[in-house]
Structure formats: structure tokens, C-alpha cells
């Protein structure tokens, strides 16, 4: 018998919770630390931008993972992870983010290495369904911001310098859905790497070709995605051990 999707009160409250820590941890590590005191017009703006693009890549990756989750039979709640949110915002402070502020937690007895795979799977696929979704307003219904911040980092979100916001948005969401793709514990690349290396390697290939020919991503990310992979393998093996 299929259960019915359904947020709980509780589990509402940690969901918006960890929405609002996210979008302000992201506005942080982009803004700077200061940028709070010395130019707080831009400082909300921003953080009203990473609420729409950071915020809801956030939780609707993790709606996935429910969706997935409960399709199987499984009973599934997202949960707040306290001390995860204290160590997102100090990381930001220090232009670096270490974003798991929550995550959906699964309770059931059937579920196995395939479904498991799946249920991981569904969170990138949403990041990357609200990729799409993101580039095709900045084609229809481009909207542009200045700030003062240094955000040359970000060079090919600029035109003619002012701050594309829905290529932003794109942007956020496939280092989103990338970044949770790393085959390290417990992120969702472990699940589906463990479960198909095919299916993990034909996936990530495609969105790698997707988001460099959109111009979102140069090889440089690409490069650097592969760096991280070593480190967050290392990582996760100093940590978790071996973990299935």
C-alpha cells in the first residue's frame, strides 16, 4: 500500500528553518561576511535571490528524495540537522560552504540497492529539472541585478555588468545536483554509485556536456569537481569508514 505525501507541522518548521540558514549561508559566502553592516540593501536583495534559487533547489531536491522515498512504501521526513546548520554558517564566513543543514531520513525494511539508488538519484534530478527551468527564463524573461560585491568568480553570469538572476539560479542548481553527486558517503553519488556505476557515470557525462554547452560550467569546474571528488572520497573514508 502506497502512502500519501504529507509534511508534517514539525517537519514544515525544520524545513523552513533550513531554508532561511541555507539562502543566508550562500549570501554570506558570495557577499562576504561584512557586506551584512556595509551595504545591507544589497546584502537582503541578495539573500531574497538565494531564497528563489539556493532555497528552493535545496528543498525540493530533498522533496525529491520524500517523493521517491514514499512511492517505494518507505515512511520519509525531512529532519534538521542542528549542528550541521552551526558549521554552514561558520564555513561561509570563511568563503568556503559546507551546506547540510537537514536531509530526508527513510524508515523502511524493504528497500534495497537499486531502490536506494533511485531514491538518491531523484535530488539531482530535480536540481537539474530546475536547471532547465532557471536557463529557460533567463532566455524568455532575463532579469538583471547590479551589486557591488566582488563576484567576479561568477564572470559568466555578468552581461555587460550587471547580474543575470535566473542564469543564476541554473547556475546554483547544477552545483547543487554535481556537488550531491559525489561518490563519498553520505552523499546521494554514493547510493547511486553503488547501486549502478553506469547509470552514475552516463548521468553525471550528460550534465557535464549540458552545462558546458549552456555556458554555465568551463572545464576549469570540471577539473575542480574531480579534485573535490578525491578530497570528499578521503574525507568521507576518514569519517564514515567504508559505508554501503
Not at 52 to 62: A, C, K, M, Q, Y
Request: aromatic share 20%; net charge positive.
Amino acid at each position: 500500500m502506497k502512502r500519501l505525501f504529507y509534511i508534517e507541522p514539525g517537519e514544515a518548521i525544520e524545513i523552513l528553518i533550513s531554508v532561511l540558514a541555507i539562502s543566508f549561508a550562500f549570501t554570506l559566502l558570495f557577499t562576504g561576511p561584512t557586506s551584512v553592516f556595509s551595504n545591507p540593501k544589497e546584502f537582503f536583495v541578495f539573500m531574497a535571490l538565494s531564497l528563489v534559487t539556493v532555497g528552493s533547489g535545496f528543498i525540493l531536491h530533498e522533496m525529491g528524495h520524500k517523493i521517491a522515498a514514499i512511492y517505494y512504501g518507505a515512511y520519509a521526513r525531512f529532519q534538521m540537522w542542528i549542528q550541521g546548520l552551526v558549521l554552514m554558517i561558520i564555513t561561509s564566513l570563511f568563503g568556503f560552504l559546507f551546506a547540510a543543514p537537514g536531509a530526508v531520513y527513510i524508515y523502511a525494511q524493504n528497500i534495497g540497492k537499486k531502490e536506494n539508488g533511485i531514491i538518491s538519484l531523484c535530488g539531482p534530478i530535480v536540481n537539474f529539472m530546475l536547471m532547465f527551468v532557471f536557463f529557460f527564463l533567463s532566455i524568455i524573461f532575463p532579469r538583471y541585478l547590479y551589486f557591488s560585491f566582488d563576484l567576479s568568480f561568477l564572470s559568466s553570469l555578468f552581461q555587460g555588468g550587471s547580474f543575470e538572476v535566473w542564469r543564476f539560479g541554473a547556475y546554483i542548481n547544477l552545483v547543487l545536483g554535481m556537488f550531491n553527486m559525489l561518490p563519498a558517503y553520505p552523499l546521494d553519488g554514493s547510493k547511486v554509485f553503488n547501486w549502478s556505476k553506469l547509470i552514475w557515470m552516463a548521468f553525471l557525462s550528460l550534465v557535464f556536456i549540458i552545462g558546458l554547452n549552456m555556458g554555465l560550467i568551463t572545464i576549469g569546474y570540471v577539473i575542480a569537481w574531480a579534485v573535490m571528488l578525491v578530497i570528499w572520497v578521503v574525507i568521507s573514508s576518514l569519517i564514515f569508514g567504508k559505508r554501503q
